[in-house]
């Protein structure tokens, strides 16, 4: 494939309005929607960190080390190739007050088909206001799988840059790829053994004192990780790397972002073994209630996608091996559009669970389907990874 320059220079009067008034939009930078940061030039680190950049809020971003000279590079590699449309650069919330001209001004974005290190060409060049942000539209689509964010120039700062939130605006080129998660995986929190069989995966951690269940889209797994036999409780989000050698992810507790998860590929054993065989009956018996993760609908829809399937059949199986098992199923969304939408779709959804199971041979008082909207959150739903963590189906036992 040949490369395409595309030039384009915006300010922050220029912004793309038509482009932001596109609905909906899928922000391809975000964690959730399988980008992984490749490589960055240098990181202050701390509650700055470069994952900061992905996560779909203004509220965490990344800084420069100190007394790194500009330029400085970030590199995005995306999970295919995408028809990128338009970028954008987010400053809001800099610590502007307390180190004057910190915000990035020139930032000059690349695009490459070929890989994180070769073949890139110059998409466009966004100026960005002072603790604000600014959108480039390109004129026609590019399609790229990394993209580079070059800082050229900050406000005047000699110490330190800062972005809250890069973006690019795009649609995917051809179907997702598949990924395997099978392996060992050297982390921020010690070694991680993962195991998958079809989208569902079972992991461990701390020596099997951490466990890990959910499912994988493309790239990207979503999962319950618990501790201290199911007492501490929370959600993470993880991307393997195109070459499958990475994970990329970020952690909640308490419905709170706790920080970054990740970790390559290594030759080191996790001294413990996934409780793969616990399956749903066993979850639901030690704790009462399991989240589903392989239950997905399309976007504003109550239809079950066919990838659903095999998690659908666990819950078929565990109602057919304990004919007095009881369940309510219950299902959750984010914070997008109204609380009376929420709640409505969240109903059907949990009805369209309920539905299939029925439809499978389950008598229908062994179910009851409630919606809960966004009233349960288990992640942040200022952030897009938060709210892809929050729609979800969750099956609890009935007395």
């Known amino acids: 494939m040949r490369s395409l320059t595309v030039a384009v220079v915006v300010s922050w009067s220029l912004v793309a309005a038509a482009a932001r008034a596109e609905q909906p939009r899928t922000n391809v930078l975000e964690l959730a929607n399988g980008a992984v940061i490749a490589s960055v030039s240098s990181s202050y680190g701390g509650g700055w960190q470069p994952f900061n950049l992905v996560d779909g809020s203004q509220a965490y971003g990344w800084c420069s080390a100190q007394g790194e000279l500009l330029p400085h590079s970030i590199v995005f590699e995306l999970p295919q190739s995408y028809a990128l449309a ?8 800099d610590q502007e007050s307390g180190y004057p001209g910190i915000s990035a001004k020139t930032v000059e974005v690349y695009g490459s088909t070929t890989s994180g290190s070769d073949g890139y060409s110059v998409l466009a060049t966004v100026r960005v206001p002072k603790g604000g942000r600014a959108e480039a539209a390109l004129p026609r689509s590019v399609v790229a799988r990394w993209l580079k964010f070059v800082v050229t120039e900050n406000w005047g700062n000699a110490e330190y840059t800062e972005i809250m939130e890069l973006e690019a605006y795009g649609t995917p080129s051809g179907p997702p790829p598949e990924a395997n998660v099978t392996g060992v995986y050297e982390t921020s929190y010690g070694a991680l053994r993962l195991e998958q069989d079809g989208r569902n995966v079972w992991g461990c951690y701390h020596e099997g004192d951490g466990q890990i269940a959910g499912s994988t889209t493309g790239r990207v797994l979503q999962a319950e990780w618990r501790e201290d036999q199911g007492k501490r409780t929370g959600a993470v ?11 990329n992810g970020v952690w909640y507790e308490h419905g709170t972002l706790a920080g970054e998860w990740s970790g390559h590929r290594a030759e080191v054993e996790a001294g413990c073994t996934p409780a793969r065989g616990e399956g749903l009956a066993q979850r639901l018996a030690s704790q009462g209630r399991a989240v589903l993760r392989g239950i997905y609908f399309d976007s504003d829809s109550a239809t079950i996608k066919p990838e659903s399937q095999t998690t659908l059949e666990e819950v078929l199986a565990a109602l057919k091996a304990d004919p007095s098992l009881k369940l309510q199923v219950g299902g959750h969304t984010d914070s997008t559009n109204t609380d009376a939408y929420n709640l409505q779709l969240s109903q059907r959804r949990a009805e369209a669970v309920v539905k299939w199971l029925t439809d499978h041979g389950v008598a229908a008082e062994r179910l009851t389907a409630k919606g809960f909207g966004k009233s349960q959150p288990v992640a942040d739903n200022a952030t897009a990874t938060g709210r892809a963590l929050n729609r979800r189906v969750e099956v609890i036992v009935l007395k």
Request: hydrophobic residues 55%.
């Open 86 to 93: 338009s970028f954008a650069v987010d400053t809001t919330k």
């Open 237 to 247: 989000v993880m991307v393997l790397s195109t070459a499958g050698d990475a994970l």
